[in-house]
């Protein structure tokens, strides 16, 4: 098992675009979880899965966000008409018990 | 609202010194987690402490919770440069899955 994985490690955008993130969790936890993170803070929650069924989520997720996981293996994150304050690095975690596992991240920097 | 405060959110120590950090949280909880993330890079999970007066070390690194008093430490011991690095702890949400982060500690171990 090679972890949890992200794509894309890095994304440029310009302010008002969409952008989709994915991340494919470690095989067969049926938890997935997004955190985003601010430089210099600690990871903040976004959403969380059990399976595809999205069962929680921050109010930090506004509407212009949305996180899918359709078969209840990998998930997207989209944000749509970007903004600045949208900058972060975006983490996912996976994880069947009490443990999460967090992939590498995805870099969003919104010029 | 769960709060989780750690401090200090900065520390430098000499090779060979010990030090404690130290975990408070607002509301109850029966579990607790140690990360930690190197510059650029994301969480590694070091420890999760599952009860009161839960013990748990890995080499230089001791973690410890009180339930009662809401706090947690992580101690260590004769630091190293390599423990270098932002050392976060975390409590789960309401929910009891999504993790509701500290600021941080970063810490810098100089010859």
């Known amino acids: 098992d090679t972890g949890v994985s992200q794509d894309p490690r890095h994304k440029i955008t310009k302010r008002g675009q969409n952008v989709t993130f994915r991340c494919d969790p470690i095989?067969?936890?049926?938890?997935l979880y997004w955190y985003r993170q601010t430089l210099g803070q600690g990871p903040e929650f976004l959403t969380y899965?059990?399976?595809?069924?999205?069962?929680?989520k921050s109010r930090l997720l506004s509407d212009r966000f949305s996180a899918e996981r359709p078969k209840g293996s990998f998930s997207t994150l989209e944000i749509q008409r970007t903004e600045q304050g949208d900058s972060a690095m975006y983490l996912c975690?996976?994880?069947?018990?009490?443990?999460?596992?967090f992939g590498p991240g995805t870099r969003l920097t919104v010029t | 609202e769960l709060k989780v405060e750690q401090n200090p959110l900065f520390l430098s120590m000499q090779e060979g010194k010990n030090y404690t950090i130290y975990c408070n949280y607002s509301?109850?909880?029966?579990?607790l987690y140690w990360y930690r993330q190197d510059p650029g890079k994301s969480l590694e999970s070091l420890f999760v402490l599952l009860s009161n007066g839960a013990v748990k070390q890995e080499g230089r690194l001791m973690a410890s919770l009180d339930t009662k008093a809401r706090l947690s430490t992580l101690h260590i011991t004769a630091a190293v440069h390599d423990l270098s690095a932002t050392y976060f702890c975390?409590?789960?949400?309401?929910?009891?899955?999504?993790?509701?982060f500290g600021k941080g500690t970063s810490l810098l171990v100089t010859p």
């Open positions: 975690a996976s994880g069947d018990g009490v443990e999460q596992y």
């Open positions: 095989s067969e936890h049926n938890r």
């Open positions: 975390a409590a789960p949400l309401v929910s009891g899955y999504a993790l509701n």
């Open positions: 509301t109850t909880s029966d579990r």
């Open positions: 899965f059990q399976n595809e069924a999205q069962l929680e």
